[in-house]
Nanobody, 121 residues
Framework: QVQLVESGGGLVQPGGSLTLSCAAS????????MGWYRQAPGKQRELVAA???????NYADSVKGRYTISRANPKNTVFLQMNSLKPEDTAVYYC???????????????WGQGTQVTVSS
């Protein structure tokens, strides 16, 4: 089994910054892509940013230029640096990882429990 544990959410004023972290643990053979999704009340979960094992990144248009996703070595931790936060960034942020576990022949998708980010004055 694989666990993804997020941290770093909280309340921040508009224009402020937060950094989210997500650490993967368990019977991990290899982690491929990792990413962050968010879900605001009454809305569908959406991709915010993703990073491949090779370091290629992808961002939602709404966060380009404000958010930065990165991975730490060993590559089982992913970060999301969020700058110039806006009230519309308020949501529960979820970590996602595509993981191959020991003894498995294919990768599976795992999710963290979510961390609340609230942008308000």
């Amino acid at each position: 089994q694989v666990q993804l544990v997020e941290s770093g959410g909280g309340l921040v004023q508009p224009g402020g910054s937060l950094t989210l972290s997500c650490a993967a643990s368990g019977s991990i053979f290899s982690i491929y892509a990792m990413g962050w999704y968010r879900q605001a009340p009454g809305k569908q979960r959406e991709l915010v940013a993703a990073i491949t094992g090779g370091g290629r990144t992808n961002y939602a248009d709404s966060v380009k230029g404000r958010y930065t996703i990165s991975r730490a070595n060993p590559k089982n931790t992913v970060f999301l640096q969020m700058n110039s936060l806006k009230p519309e960034d308020t949501a529960v942020y979820y970590c996602n990882a595509d993981v191959m576990t020991h003894g498995s022949s294919r990768s599976d998708e795992y999710w963290g429990q979510g961390t609340q980010v609230t942008v308000s004055s």
